[in-house]
């Protein structure tokens, strides 16, 4: 199969790239990039693209699956519209650009809580996000609704405080919908979702997350 990458340089996009090189049933893996990376696979295809200019690069997204796990916190992106940009409208973009493509197969990471109607500006986007890319009508739809995610070496204190508060309360029985999902987790799952042929569309959360990476994807 040959996969499209949107978010490759993210916690969640590194683990899915690295997965992807390693798995058989992946001839071709193809990232859209900001800057070029300095990995280097013969399966890895670098499309280094401006965004703000899907003109220029939306007739390279040509595969059989598609993998969207972009996105941004406010902080680092230092606005909402900023942050909208990268949250939504990159990848709106990409999304209809593979549609237009004839891309059948269409993985998204979204967020637990997405809502269209919700009055909290992040919650609101990303189901707003999974609406308009449900709209686009592919043959086949999967979008991950992860709650806290747990990055390797993250730098962000707040997410690693919080991740650890959250596994001490687990140990106690205490806020299991909230359990911290590893982002090498949240990879296999998108990837053994995408080798389910099915139709249609599929909203996956938290506890079932565990279980798509747990399947047996041969």
Request: aromatic share 10%; charged share 30%.
């Amino acid at each position: 199969m040959r996969a499209l990458v949107i978010g490759a340089t993210g916690a969640t996009g590194k683990d899915l790239v690295t997965q992807l090189l390693n798995d058989k049933d992946f001839d071709e893996v193809n990232i859209f990039v900001r800057k070029p990376l300095t990995i280097q696979n013969e399966k890895l295809k670098v499309h280094v693209v401006d965004f703000e200019k899907p003109e220029l690069w939306k007739n390279s997204v040509i595969g059989d699956v598609a993998f969207s796990c972009m996105g941004t916190t406010l902080k680092d992106a230092g606005s909402k519209e900023a942050q909208r940009k990268v949250d939504y409208d990159y990848q709106y973009e990409f999304a209809k650009a593979a549609r237009e493509n004839n891309v059948d197969d269409y993985i998204l990471v979204s967020a637990y809580g997405a809502n269209p109607h919700s009055k909290i500006f992040y919650s609101k986007m990303k189901g707003e996000l999974e609406e308009a890319v449900k709209q686009l009508h592919f043959n086949k739809i999967t979008i991950f609704k992860p709650g806290m995610l747990e990055r390797k070496d993250s730098a962000r204190n707040g997410e690693v405080l919080g991740s650890r508060i959250i596994k001490f309360a687990n140990k106690l029985g205490l806020f299991e919908s909230q359990k911290p999902l590893p982002t090498d987790v949240l990879a296999k799952a998108m990837i053994n979702s995408s080798k389910i042929k099915s139709n249609g569309y599929s909203s996956v959360k938290l506890g079932n997350i565990f279980g798509f990476a747990e399947k047996r994807s041969d």
